[in-house]
């Protein structure tokens, strides 16, 4: 962009003496107030030191850049002073900074997400270029300042060292994802050249990720540093690689010292190990549509559980509450307390939960831009009635849009802020929400209702087979993607209203767990000593309604193990299936009990409690037989081998 657009030669101050920070940003703001930048200079003031509070806007290298978002401003501007005395009490992300150039932005409250990011990166940037920061320091006069406003930078940025034989990687990220995020980047690709080491920075910012590293790149580097305020995502490529982690702003102040102390954990690392994690490190560079997909969906349903553990319980408490103390007309009365606490519950799984589905769908696929239009999709999933299956199709619809559009326009030059923050989420919301409220509205609401229909007719054997079959999946991978799909079917079809499949599941989460501390007790002969401790601990957890905890015992032998757990489990679904038993509340284990409906409350809860305890009863039975054929097998075996020798 342009910088000479937003600023002018009377916006400029050079060589000027101050003695606080404070009596610089007086100074500037009526600068601005001078020249018709803004309305009132006692109120844009106030804004300019509300955010100083915030976090530093001192750097390093002797720049500073307050900055205001008011709607006291008129247009977006800057004011420019430099100081023939340097500051050392500017607060700075390092503290030795003695500031000399201030850059005062003025950014109306509209233009926050847009032109205030677009010029913060674009300074930053170019303030990253010692020789052009330079420039603006020596400038003698305010028309000599301004006319190097928007020289040409050195083409030497962010290039790595042709003649370094190691490669480190870096992610920096910081909460806005402008400012410390770019300089972070910078400081360490100019470190790197120095120290003559390749350094390769992902910048994940506020237009997603930047320079995303590649797979070829990945497999080859020597170290990853993070510098990072925020989660990293994708964080999982880089298992297999020495890590260094730290605050965003550390390499701004020491970017050599962090790269040296990369290149220190790659030596301490032994080669095997070190070859042993490359080995493991599989990572797809271009993700095949199917893979794309399923990675999409088991992120958002990764994303939901935490909402919908929280929605469960929130109203199981509710529901719990009025039961156990007689409060049924509390707890139905609008505006009450335990009203209230029923509509949170409720409103989380009801309201919350498809959106957030949708919208981290999306984001798996298209990364930030994609959120907005995500959760509309999920709001308009709501509105017309298509449940789960809607707000899936709307997370994918949404994601592979806006991963279009990233493609056709791009965030560049002036209008690069425009294009991330107004563009993309506006355009995908109105392009994807029309899409699902006006084309694929009915059909889906249509298909939504035949389902419920379907699963609302389900009796007899129809119910058996369906409670055999969803078993069956929750014990096949103990809480891998099989179990997941089983899981997204039960919150579905609880969504849409049916909720038998649902209580099918949760009986079956405590079968695996059961029937491991089952066999090791009754069978405690035949399993290792460490098999016996898993299985002291796992019917505490099988209670809960947690499978995973039976995972170390199916890795020694999953050949016998799954299909021992598949046969009970399917037998507990189906036994609660065939009773037509419901749980309408998300949970698991025997939290479950007192929510149950179907028969009269001790009927239902005995039988749905029995179907785990008989599942379990089977799979123990089959846990102890197919071991004792193991153990007989492998004596018959090791005799074989001792007679032909």
């Avoid at 509300?50 to 709607?71: N, Y």
């Avoid at 008129?74 to 500017?90: D, H, Q």
């Avoid at 700075?92 to 997400?113: F, R, T």
Wanted: aromatic share 8%; hydrophobic share 45%.
């Amino acid at each position: 962009m342009q910088l000479k657009k937003l600023t002018s030669e009377a916006l400029i101050s050079t060589k000027m003496s101050f003695s606080s920070k404070e009596e610089i940003i007086k100074y500037l703001v009526k600068k601005l107030a001078t020249e018709g930048k803004i309305h009132s200079e006692e109120e844009f003031y106030d804004a300019v030191m509300e955010r100083e509070e915030l976090s530093p806007t001192g750097f390093e290298g002797g720049l500073a850049i307050p900055h205001g978002k008011s709607s006291s401003v008129k247009e977006s501007s800057f004011a420019i002073v430099t100081l023939e005395k340097p500051m050392g009490n500017w607060e700075s992300i390092d503290p030795n900074n003695q500031v000399e150039l201030v850059i005062l932005l003025a950014i109306p409250k509209e233009e926050e997400g847009t032109t205030h990011l677009t010029l913060l990166a674009e300074l930053v940037t170019r303030l990253s270029d010692e020789e052009y920061k330079n420039n603006l320091l020596h400038a003698r006069t305010n028309k000599e300042l301004f006319g190097r406003l928007d020289a040409p930078l050195q083409p030497t940025n962010l290039k790595v060292s042709p003649n370094g034989d190691k490669t480190v990687l870096a992610i920096t990220a910081c909460p806005a994802g402008i400012a410390h995020t770019y300089m972070a980047a910078e400081a360490l690709v100019r470190a790197g050249n120095e120290l003559g080491i390749n350094v390769f920075v992902e910048k994940q910012g506020a237009n997603g990720i930047e320079d995303r590293h590649s797979f070829d790149l990945i497999r080859k580097a020597d170290a990853i540093v993070f510098a990072v305020d925020v989660a990293v995502k994708d964080e999982e490529r880089f298992n297999h690689l020495p890590k260094v982690k730290t605050s965003v702003a550390a390499p701004i102040r020491n970017a050599k010292g962090i790269l040296e102390q990369a290149l220190q954990n790659v030596g301490s690392a032994p080669i095997s190990e070190m070859a042993e994690r490359r080995e493991k490190h599989h990572e797809v560079e271009n993700k095949s549509i199917k893979t794309e997909i399923k990675d999409s969906l088991l992120t958002g349903i990764s994303h939901i559980i935490p909402v919908i553990v929280a929605g469960g319980m929130t109203l199981a408490a509710a529901v719990f509450i009025a039961q156990a103390f007689g409060l049924q007309d509390v707890y139905a009365a609008e505006g009450s307390w335990l009203w209230l606490l029923r509509q949170l519950g409720g409103s989380l799984l009801g309201q919350i939960m498809i959106p957030i589905l949708s919208a981290y769908m999306a984001y798996s696929i298209a990364d930030k831009p994609a959120l907005g239009p995500g959760f509309a999709a999920g709001v308009a999933a709501n509105l017309i009635g298509s449940g789960f299956l809607g707000g899936m199709l709307g997370g994918l619809l949404a994601g592979y849009f806006l991963k279009y559009l990233k493609v056709k326009v791009k965030p560049k030059g002036t209008f690069a802020g425009f294009v991330s923050f107004w563009f993309y989420p506006v355009i995908g919301t109105l392009v994807v929400g029309s899409i699902m409220l006006f084309v694929i509205g009915k059909p889906l609401a249509f298909l939504n209702e035949g389902l419920i229909d379907w699963l609302n007719g389900m009796s007899g054997t129809n119910a058996i087979i369906l409670g055999a079959i969803l078993g069956a999946m929750v014990s096949f991978d103990l809480g891998g993607p099989v179990n997941k799909a089983a899981y997204t079917f039960c919150i579905g079809a609880m969504a849409s209203g049916n909720i038998v499949p649902y209580a099918a599941f949760a009986s079956v989460k405590m079968v695996s767990a059961f029937s491991v501390t089952g066999a090791t007790i009754i069978g405690k002969h035949l399993f290792s000593e460490q098999e016996k401790e898993i299985g002291k601990q796992t019917w505490l957890l099988g209670l809960a309604g947690i499978t995973e905890g039976a995972i170390p015992f199916m890795i020694n032998d999953p050949l016998r193990v799954i299909p021992s757990l598949i046969a009970g489990s399917a037998v507990t679904g189906a036994i609660v299936a065939y009773f037509n038993i419901g749980l309408n509340v998300p949970g698991a284990g025997i939290f479950s009990l007192a929510l149950l409906q179907g028969k009269p409350a001790i009927v239902t809860a005995s039988i749905w409690f029995g179907a785990a305890l008989i599942g379990a009863v089977i799979s123990t039975i089959l846990l102890i037989m197919t071991r004792r054929q193991k153990i007989l097998k492998d004596i018959q075996v090791k005799s074989s081998q001792q007679n032909v020798a």
